[in-house]
């Protein structure tokens, strides 16, 4: 059974960091790319940074503050979040996509940034 | 502001057909045939039904179709059904590295 089982979120204060993970299983993660895909509460989806063997790619909203990673080894992929916003407060979906369409995606885990 | 336009809701009886469209511009949905639809229920993680303009996953019912003119495409749900009654996403690829993906703002269908 494919599975994307995320982890990490919760509250933090405006400023503070956060690292996501996203455990991968029952299926070969290292063909797959990989995104992070976030859902403020009540609002739509917003794509926010894609990995692959050809580089990362990161929504404005998110660079220079967002950093994805990958370990293939351990079929994990990570989001590491720092100087964090209120408007930052979502679901974070961890998401495989192949040929351009998100065919995989986590249950989600929610960060809340506030005082 | 999302970068693709969408109706904010479409309704339809059931048995009754309903298109929602999603408009982009030359730079996203009408240079590549890489428009995607997703079905989100409330509690729940999206679900891929359309990708590459027009191509539906296995699994996906024949009931969705997708279709693409010019700068907008467009998911069409035929013999409606209580149980698609969700909010419907449109995606596309955005052709730059931060606008790698696209999604449009939304349409809530109610059935």
């Known amino acids: 059974e494919v599975q994307l089982v995320e982890s990490g979120g919760g509250l933090v204060q405006p400023g503070g960091s956060l690292r996501l993970s996203c455990a991968a299983s029952?299926?070969?993660?290292?063909?797959?790319?990989m995104n992070w895909v976030r859902q403020a509460p009540g609002k739509g989806l917003e794509w926010i940074s894609h990995?692959?063997?050809?580089?990362?790619h990161y929504a404005d909203s998110v660079q220079g503050r967002f950093t994805m990673s990958r370990d293939d080894a351990k079929n994990s992929l990570y989001l590491q979040m720092n100087s964090l916003r209120a408007e930052d407060t979502a679901v974070y979906y961890c998401?495989?996509?192949?040929?351009?369409?998100?065919?995989?995606w986590g249950q989600g885990t929610m960060v809340t940034v506030s005082s | 502001q999302s970068a693709l336009t969408q109706p904010v809701s479409v309704s339809g009886s059931p048995g009754q057909s309903i298109t929602i469209s999603c408009t982009g511009t030359?730079?996203?949905?009408?240079?590549?045939?890489?428009v995607s639809w997703y079905q989100q229920h409330p509690g729940k993680a999206p679900k891929l039904m359309i990708y590459?303009?027009?191509r539906r996953p296995s699994g996906v019912s024949s009931r969705f179709s997708g279709s693409k003119s010019g700068n907008t495409a467009s998911l069409t749900i035929s013999g409606l059904q209580a149980e698609d009654e969700a909010d419907y996403f449109c995606?596309?690829?955005?052709?730059?590295?931060?606008?790698?993906?696209?999604f449009g703002g939304g349409t809530k269908l109610t059935v």
């Open positions: 998401v495989g996509d192949r040929q351009w369409a998100f065919d995989m």
């Open positions: 029952g299926f070969t993660f290292n063909s797959y790319s």
């Open positions: 990995i692959s063997h050809n580089g990362i």
């Open positions: 030359a730079s996203d949905v009408g240079n590549y045939n890489l």
């Open positions: 590459e303009d027009s």
């Open positions: 995606c596309s690829h955005g052709g730059s590295s931060s606008a790698f993906m696209v």
